[in-house]
């Protein structure tokens, strides 16, 4: 019997499904680390839990350090530490480092968090990737923007999910960044070239430093362009078919970035662009399940259980590959104008054969707050074998629902 630890600050629905899906690990004893008092947990979660450990700050090393301590003197000794939130994996590898405890070590959960010594691991190991630089003034952003050229991108060097990110056409840009958000030693900056082409993410399984699962999405159009663009709606699509060669130089690319950074056994979550020239280039990557609906659509597309896998990868190091058998794809809904969500237009004029697709829904309730995010204020998930179905059902999705704000 394993005892493993999950440390999830706050129980959103998508972590939610993650800690029941690990808590229904058969041979394990599943302990919950958070913030939440235990007596907020839903029932049916407490019962399957062997244990429950409440702390105040989900992030500091010291309190998780302590709470595994606590939990071992309860369970038997922690064997195993999860978490899916991209800013827990430092911490709890800080944590497993200091309690001998299996899994990923601090040196390569760094790696993957912080965005630019991932880019310098990647092109040291020749995966390309954007040029880029950690400025930590003015003068550093000004000294790359005049040998890399326009357009640039800025991100936080911890951020996920292109929060926090702007692009940057021109020198007028660039100072009105540097007068805004001016980047200091406390405060850096990861500065990039503005890479250009499809975006999409390529979601795999390593066990062992193999590579033994993969799946590829496309983005329509690319976060930061719906970012720049509030009238743009996201949808992210699953073909069906991923074994084509369009598809060769990121399964070539891939591996070696992963092996670069360090991982050993886990599942990623990798953004990369394909340029116009064909070429490809890693953006980056999260040793973490993808966000953004994607690990429900895996689920959809291979019909499994994603979530129950992805825990005993965790737990245990195995994984037994799915076959894929859809093509799937999410339409984010994103308000249109300001304020809150006061009513969505569109759904009852949509046809029987787009809406016998969807599988799955979260549509955005009046009086609602916008989220300002590229993945809007809803989402609609829909399914088909066939690609160009569920290409051309997203299309009419999106260019028929549109959620007004006021």
């Known amino acids: 019997m ?55 700050d989900p992030l500091d090393p010291g309190q998780i350090a302590a709470a595994v301590q606590g939990l071992s003197r309860q369970l038997g000794p922690v064997e195993r530490l999860l978490a899916v939130l991209e800013q827990l994996q430092v911490p709890l590898a800080q944590v497993r480092e200091h309690l001998g405890i ?19 691991v990647l092109r040291a190991a020749g995966v390309p990737c954007a040029r880029h630089k950690l400025a930590v003034s003015a003068a550093d952003a000004i000294e790359f923007a005049e040998r890399v050229g326009f357009p640039l991108v800025v991100k936080p060097p ?24 001016p980047p200091s030693p406390e405060r850096p900056a990861q500065i990039e070239e503005f890479l250009t082409g499809d975006e999409g993410s390529y979601d795999s399984v390593m066990v062992d430093g193999q590579v033994v699962w993969d799946s590829i999405s496309n983005y329509l159009p690319t976060p930061l362009e719906v970012l720049r663009n ?43 662009f394909r340029r116009p020239d064909g070429s490809v280039a890693v953006s980056e990557v999260g040793a973490r399940p993808p966000g953004a609906q994607i690990t429900s659509m895996l689920c959809y597309v291979h019909d499994f259980d994603l979530y129950s896998a992805w825990a005993a990868l965790m737990v245990h190091g195995s994984f037994d590959p799915p076959q894929r058998k859809w093509a ?47 993945e809007g204020d809803g989402y609609i998930t829909i399914r088909h074998p066939d690609t160009a179905v569920v290409t051309a059902a997203l299309k009419q999705l999106v260019s028929t629902v549109r959620v007004e704000l006021g």
């Not at 800690?19 to 049916?44: G, Y």
């Open 230 to 272: 509030p009238w743009m709606q996201w949808m992210v699509l699953l073909p069906r078919d991923i074994s084509g060669p369009q598809y060769d130089g990121i399964r070539a690319v891939a591996p070696q970035a992963l092996k670069a950074l360090g991982l050993s056994t886990g599942l990623t979550h990798m953004e990369w």
């Open 158 to 181: 911890a951020g996920a999910g292109a929060k926090s990110t702007f692009r940057l056409d021109a020198p007028a840009d660039l100072g009105a960044w540097l007068e805004a958000v």
């Open 102 to 120: 299996g899994g990923m070590d601090p040196v390569t959960a760094n790696n993957f968090r912080d965005k630019a010594q991932m880019k310098t």
């Open 328 to 374: 799937a794809g999410t339409v984010y809904l994103r308000g249109q104008g300001a304020g809150q969500v006061t009513a969505i237009h569109g759904l009852d004029t949509l046809p029987p054969e787009v809406t016998s697709l969807v599988v799955d829904s979260r549509l955005p309730r009046a009086g609602q707050p916008s989220s300002g995010s590229y």
């Open 2 to 56: 394993v005892v493993a630890g999950f440390v999830a600050p706050y129980l959103l629905d998508t972590t939610t499904r993650f800690v029941e899906a690990a808590a229904r690990l058969p041979d394990v004893r599943m302990a919950l680390i958070t913030c939440e008092p235990e007596d907020r947990l839903p029932p049916q979660l407490r019962d399957s839990l062997a244990g429950h450990w409440r702390i105040d």
